[in-house]
């Protein structure tokens, strides 16, 4: 890597008292290059809170923030994006420890290579998914597939909240879904195509709830609003398709 640029990462947390020191302390003996982890909370009762002060007197360059934008992920990475100190931002999820290792290939794909928008994937490319919920899991890969093969969408995993982007990508992909879930995962990649992005794509494998932990999965809110922006990229399936035609990958 030829350009090491700092790394602002968001991690929303909810009642995470199990996962976090854990996936904080592998991140900060895996990752070499400059960076800051901002801690996203929602509640003052949040379980999350007790580890994340212990971290902070342990690492000078871990940040804990409070969400005052409104309870859920989406919100909580807007309000870390808007206090993040560097250019480039990756959006990481607190219970899959194990994708920490794609980071640096991420980071490659948008010094090296120009990218402006960066996904993970579980399902090419040798990503994996393993544990968490079943029907969520199929609902996810069978989504996917299906919407990639409609649109021509280049990435394999539009739906993972494991993303990487330069700021003024972000600001390009203004969010408009409705606070559930990770569903505005799934926006920010139909968007980043519509909007002719440069995209990559690295290979992640996600064990979810490895540690423990508290999970907001809620199946009818989250199908819905998945389902919402489903239907929505596929009525633009023409603008999708003149956008660019494959994803860019570490693979020669």
Request: aromatic letters at 10%.
């Amino acid at each position: 890597m030829n350009n090491k640029e700092p790394v602002s990462i968001i991690i929303p947390v909810y009642n995470e008292n199990e996962s976090l020191a854990i996936m904080v302390n592998i991140l900060e003996a895996s990752i070499k290059f400059q960076h800051e982890v901002i801690i996203v909370y929602d509640d003052e009762n949040d379980t999350s809170l007790e580890p994340a002060r212990d971290l902070m007197k342990l690492y000078p360059n871990i940040f804990l923030v409070y969400n005052d934008l409104g309870r859920g992920a989406q919100n909580a990475v807007i309000k870390g994006v808007e206090k993040s100190n560097y250019d480039i931002v990756l959006i990481a999820v607190v219970d899959e420890v194990i994708p920490i290792v794609a980071i640096k290939n991420m980071l490659q794909l948008i010094c090296d290579l120009n990218c402006d928008f960066v996904s993970g994937t579980r399902y090419a490319l040798g990503g994996k998914r393993y544990g968490g919920s079943f029907i969520g899991g199929l609902l996810s890969r069978t989504a996917n597939n299906l919407f990639r093969w409609i649109t021509g969408l280049v990435l394999t995993d539009a739906t993972t909240g494991f993303k990487m982007m330069r700021k003024s990508a972000w600001k390009k992909l203004s969010i408009e879904s409705n606070p559930v879930g990770w569903a505005f995962a799934f926006e920010l990649s139909i968007k980043a195509q519509l909007m002719g992005l440069r995209m990559g794509e690295v290979p992640v494998i996600s064990i979810d709830r490895l540690f423990g932990g508290q999970s907001s999965f809620n199946l009818g809110p989250w199908v819905k609003e998945y389902f919402r922006w489903f239907f929505w990229g596929v009525k633009r399936i023409n603008r999708i398709n003149k956008q660019q035609k494959r994803v860019i990958t570490l693979d020669k």
